[in-house]
Structure formats: structure tokens, C-alpha cells
């Protein structure tokens, strides 16, 4: 819709200029006054005018039915209304259609995008769990909003660096160094990978709870103190946990279709960290507090940000401040965005200020965004309780249900256990990314895998029957009819918001805006499906012109899709 509301803006100013001498409102200004109305009786698009009338010093009213007549015999518009201090535009449905196919087929791929990216390097810290601990569904937000923003950057034209920042470092490796000398074998970790270090960290975390506490605490400490020190057969350990971690969380990605640029986590910044630390004590901005530095924030209405422990080891602040300086200087970017829970928010504005303090010009390109928290079946998830639901089976247990529905529902698919695996990673991730990022939700796998409520199934499913009616058809079709159905104007006109709905998942960080938006399309196709025949229409030029619609869904769900890591089955 951005162009016709830039037509009909230009075609305002005019009228304005000509009728209300020594008026300025240039069509930008107009653009911006423009509302969508709620429902399709008060028109595509509509003007509300009470926000002309200081500047043209008229009544709403009277200014609407000036401006209505500038519309007349304009075939771009079926009619233009004047009510109640509105001037209400409705658009000609063919019009609509013709114009909205015709640039679908010309763009192609990149139909919908902004294109302000291009020149543009964003950084993307997501993911980054920590290694060794269980890899839950506490992580799904960050590491698909993460990556979904990965894809609508890309889609905008931007460079594009997504970082694992994995947490490959710290005091819970001399646990699991303790743990493995004590209770571990190295055939019992490479007969049970990832599964097998979580328990050892378990049985630990849980004996230094109990009885035998501090012994085992300072032999923890012990063994990471040596890591620290560069210990061989330590650090070949670490390295060897890390590995093991890393082969289990590949599956899961590759799952999700996702891929990193770059796995620096936080160990890499060990030997960055000094300098910054001594940035901020030749700057003055570092404070000993009970014999820890720290940096006081208390003129920004924050408690301190932690830079040294009394012993003198560094923070995960610390960290983080060493990393973006790294990042800065080996990429050059426009922007850095990191996915994290909310209850990181703090500690992200916290070294954010830092940064700014210590005069580093690009503190303003740093964003955090946020996510709620996430139980399943109304129950908190707790990590110390062992309530903890994997990533991993929650994607086969997703993926098993829609294994058994296809069986049911369409026995003959060939290729049954990639789709059902396209289908269940889908479900699961459509699911979550339907709500807002920021409001915390209650996961119930039976709502996430139904083939018939808003659904990832739902929208994947009527992807494939957009597929199947274009296959069918086999050709190029044009939009030629003259006059256009509700169903039909409906679609285009929901194939024509698409670009704006970028522009606001871009500006909020929000990918739910995309799941949302595939949903309103794939109802107003249905609806089309439904209500219009397409191939067993006996009009050639209104077969052509549906196929042409049909085609140019197609190519916006399929877009949509996978801007929210979906995958796009031909047959369901
Ligand atoms: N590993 C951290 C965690 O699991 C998340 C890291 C987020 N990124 C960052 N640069 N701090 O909580």
C-alpha cells in the first residue's frame, strides 16, 4: 500500500495547494496522517481530517468534502467518500490486483523489502547458551527471534553477522572438570554426549549442595583456577566438553535452518578484557567497593556495574564491554542487537552506560531486545529442580504427533519424514513467535500443532495448496480481469501490506508482526479458495487473473515464512 498511499498523498497536496491558498502541507506530511479503517464499509484507507484543520482553518468536514472531488474519474479509486470529518478511499479492487501481481512478479524475492539495509553491517548476538547446561526451551526466544531478526535484516539489504557468544567459560567448567575425574568415564560421555555432561553437572551442583559443600566447591575452584592458567590437561577438557556441547546444538539448529557466522564465545575475550579495565581506571571511572571495582551508576538511577571481583576476576559485564569494543573493530557495525530473557535488561542498560562513559562514539548502536519468559503447560520452568523441557524433545515430540496426523490425513505423501520434520520445528516456532516478544508465555503443545487454528501447520498447509493450484496451472499468469471479486480485492489488498509490515517488524524488533501477518494473508486466500474457483473457472481471463493472484500468494507466504525460520513443504 506504500505506493498508492504516496499517489493518493500526492494527489492531496495538489488539491490543497489549489483550494486553500497559502496552505503547505507537502504529501509527506499527508502520508503520515493516514489511517487504516477498521472495517472494510469506511474504505482501504482513509484521511482523518481534524488533523487538517488547524493548518487549513476549516472545519474537518467542510476540508473532507473539498478534497473528495480531486478524486473523481481517477480509476486508481472505485469511490472517495466524505464522512464525519473522514475522507475515505476505496480503492478499485482489479486495479489493486493488476498493479500488486505485476510488481510480485517483477520483484521477485525481494518483493516487500525496504532495501535501507544495503551498506549496512548489523552484528547479531543470539543463542549463545551457556555449554554443559542443558539446552531448554528458555532458549527458544533468543535463539529464534534472534534469528528471525537475522533474516529481516538480511531481507532489508543489510551485512549480516550473527554471533554465538557461547558460554564456554567459568566456574562451572572446574565443576565439571571434578565431576569427570570423580564419577566420569570418557566412554560413558561419548557413548552419552550432552546428556552425560548435564548429568555430571547435576550430580555435582547437587553434592555441593549437600554434605560434602565446601571440599568439593574449592575443588571446583581449584581446577578452574588452573584452566586459568593454561593447565594441558584442563584445557583439553574444556575443549572436549565444548566440542561434545557444540555436535548436540548443531542438530538443533540445522533443525531450524540456522547458521553462524561466527562461534567466538566468551572465553575468546579473556586476554581483551585488561585493556578495557584500564581504559576505565585511567579514565577515573572506576570505584573500589568493598574491595571490587566497579563503575557507579547511581546518577543514572542504576546500582553499580560489577567490573572486578575482590579476588580480581572479571565479570560478565566486564566481558561483554570487551566484546563489543572486539566486535567494533573487527566488523565495523552500524548496529549491534543482542536477544536475550528480560531479566538480562538491566545488566544490558548497565554496561551500555558504561560504554557511553568511557566515550566510545558508537554506544548509541547497541540494542537489547528483550523476551518474556516461557512455561509449558502452566509450569515454571527451573533449571535446579531439573523442570526443565529440552529443545531437542520438544521438536521430536512435535514432530512425532504431526507424523502421526499425516498418516491419518494423507496416507501417500512421499518424503513423509523430512515434511513432518519441516512441519513440527515449524508448529513449535510459529507458536511461540505469535505473541509479542516482551509478554510471557504459557507453551501447550496440543494448540501449537493443530492443523486447523492459527497455526504453523495451518499457514505451511495453505502455502502447499498455493503450490498445488500454480502446479496445476503450469505457466505465467497476468492479472487481466476488469472488475474484481470482495474475496479477490481482499487478497490483493493483503498481498499490498506486506512491505509495511517489514518496515514495523524491522522498527520493533518484532517478528510476531510477520506470524501475524501470515495468518491474515492465509485467511484471505482461503477465503479466495473458497469463494472463487480458480482452474475450474470457465473465463480464461478470470482463470489467468486468480492463477496471477494465486502466484503472487505464493511468493509472499513463502517470503513470510521463512523470514520466521519456516520452512516451505510443496505438499503437506
Ligand atoms: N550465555 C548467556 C545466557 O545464557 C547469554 C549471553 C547473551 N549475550 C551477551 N553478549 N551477553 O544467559
Known sequence: MI??????????????????PGATLTADELFAMFE???????????????????????????????????????????????VGGYLNFFFDGAGLAARVTSEVAERGETYGSPMDGVGKTVVLDYSSPNVAKPFHIGHLGTTVIGHSLKLLHKFA????????????????????????????????IERGGIDSLVALYVKINNAIAEEEGTALADAARAEFHKMELGDEENI?????F???????????????????????????????????????????????????????????GMPPCLILKRDGSTLYP??????????????????????????????????????????????????????????????????????????????????????????????????????????GVGAVVFHYLSNNRIRDINFVLEDALSFDGNTGPYAQYTYARTCSVLKKYNGTATWRAESATAEEAALAKTIAMFPERVEAALADYEPSVITRYILDLAAAFNRFYHECKILNCEDEITRESRVALTAATNRVLGTALHLICLSTPEQI
Open 3 to 20: 505506493a498508492l498511499k504516496q499517489r493518493t498523498a500526492a494527489l492531496l497536496a495538489e488539491r490543497i495547494a489549489a483550494e486553500f
Open 36 to 82: 487504516y479503517p477498521p472495517d472494510a464499509n469506511m474504505g482501504d484507507l482513509a484521511l482523518p481530517c481534524f488533523k487538517l484543520s488547524k493548518s487549513l482553518r476549516r472545519a474537518p468536514a467542510m476540508i473532507a468534502t473539498a478534497l473528495a472531488g480531486a478524486f473523481e474519474g481517477n480509476t486508481l479509486y472505485a469511490k472517495v467518500e466524505a
Open 157 to 188: 539489504g543489510w551485512n549480516c553477522i550473527g554471533i554465538n557468544y557461547l558460554g564456554d567459560w567459568g566456574t562451572q567448567f572446574g565443576k565439571l572438570i571434578v565431576a569427570y575425574k570423580k564419577w566420569g568415564s570418557r566412554e560413558e
Open 236 to 240: 583439553a577438557l574444556w575443549k572436549w
Open 242 to 300: 565444548i566440542e561434545i556441547s557444540l555436535a548436540e546444538y548443531e542438530k538443533t539448529y540445522k533443525q531450524l535452518g540456522i547458521t553462524f557466522d561466527s562461534y567466538k564465545g566468551e572465553s575468546f575475550y579473556t586476554d581483551k578484557m585488561p585493556a578495557q579495565v584500564e581504559k576505565l581506571r585511567e579514565m577515573g571511572l572506576l570505584k573500589i567497593d568493598d574491595g571490587a571495582s566497579i563503575v557507579d551508576l547511581e546518577a543514572y
Open 318 to 423: 566486564t566481558r561483554d564491554i570487551a566484546a563489543a569494543v572486539y566486535r567494533k573493530e573487527t566488523y565495523h557495525f552500524d548496529r549491534m542487537i543482542y536477544v536475550t530473557s528480560a531479566q538480562q535488561c538491566l545488566h544490558f542498560q548497565q554496561w551500555f552506560k558504561v560504554v557511553e562513559l568511557m566515550g566510545y562514539p558508537w554506544y548509541g548502536e547497541l540494542v537489547h531486545v528483550p523476551y518474556g519468559t516461557v512455561s509449558v503447560n502452566g509450569e515454571k520452568l527451573a533449571t535446579r529442580t531439573g523442570n526443565v523441557v529440552l529443545l531437542r524433545d520438544l521438536f521430536a515430540q512435535a514432530i512425532e504427533k504431526v507424523k502421526a496426523i499425516m498418516v491419518e490425513k494423507n496416507p501417500a505423501l512421499a518424503g513423509r519424514d523430512d515434511i513432518a520434520e519441516q512441519v
